[in-house]
T-cell receptor, first 113, second 113 residues
Framework: GAGVSQTPSNKVTEKGKYVELRCDPISGHTALYWYRQSLGQGPEFLIYFQGTGAADDSGLPNDRFFAVRPEGSVSTLKIQRTERGDSAVYLC???????????FGNGTRLTVT | KQEVTQIPAALSVPEGENLVLNCSFTDSAIYNLQWFRQDPGKGLTSLLL?????REQTSGRLNASLDKSSGRSTLYIAASQPGDSATYLCAVRPSNYGQNFVFGPGTRLSVLP
């Protein structure tokens, strides 16, 4: 596709459940980022991939959060034992390489009830 | 640790006015700075990317400047239109640690017809 695609656009889950959020970056973009955004705030960094490897995962809040990018394209953000505080919009972005503009998807709105 | 602030938090102007949005960052060691626009319920759209060696970038009615040594950037919007109403965010990419972009909280702009 022409842009970054994120699925699902909305996800409602119960506290304690496991969720997976998917990101399809722009074709050929080697860098992929996950961010989390709460209402009225700027995006908060979670993890950055360069190719298949996580080059920087310093933003992951705890070990319930994990992300993969096995073939250097699609990435999945996985959240175990969800908590109400995990509710936010999860944004994915990609770029051709580290110093190029970031291109964002429309995000997945996660609501934990 | 890099911190990014944006002033004002919100701005309301009549159509046709020229306006300036401000972005400040605490650490001048950056690769680049990027300005984004975010419409409600949407992801971020890249507007302008300024590399650390550049002083300004222009795109249509938008002009972004960068003063790296003083830790400041401004986004100038000429002849504002109601369609410019959105939240504008700036983000910096540090050059001395991490690979992620650090975002400001954004300025919410309303252009009144």
């Amino acid at each position: 596709g022409a842009g970054v695609s994120q699925t699902p656009s909305n996800k409602v889950t119960e506290k304690g459940k496991y969720v997976e959020l998917r990101c399809d970056p722009i074709s050929g973009h080697t860098a992929l980022y996950w961010y989390r955004q709460s209402l009225g705030q700027g995006p908060e960094f979670l993890i950055y991939f360069q190719g298949t490897g996580a080059a920087d995962d310093s933003g992951l809040p705890n070990d319930r959060f994990f992300a993969v990018r096995p073939e250097g394209s699609v990435s999945t953000l996985k959240i175990q034992r969800t908590e109400r505080g995990d509710s936010a919009v999860y944004l994915c972005a990609s770029s051709r390489e580290g110093n190029s503009p970031l291109h964002f998807g429309n995000g997945t709105r996660l609501t934990v009830t | 640790k890099q911190e990014v602030t944006q002033i004002p938090a919100a701005l309301s102007v009549p159509e046709g006015e020229n306006l300036v949005l401000n972005c400040s960052f605490t650490d001048s060691a950056i690769y680049n700075l990027q300005w984004f626009r975010q419409d409600p319920g949407k992801g971020l759209t890249s507007l302008l990317l300024i590399q650390s060696s550049q002083r300004e970038q222009t795109s249509g009615r938008l002009n972004a400047s960068l003063d790296k040594s003083s830790g400041r950037s401004t986004l100038y919007i000429a002849a504002s239109q109601p369609g410019d109403s959105a939240t504008y965010l700036c983000a910096v990419r540090p050059s001395n640690y991490g690979q992620n972009f650090v975002f400001g909280p954004g300025t919410r702009l309303s252009v009144l017809p």
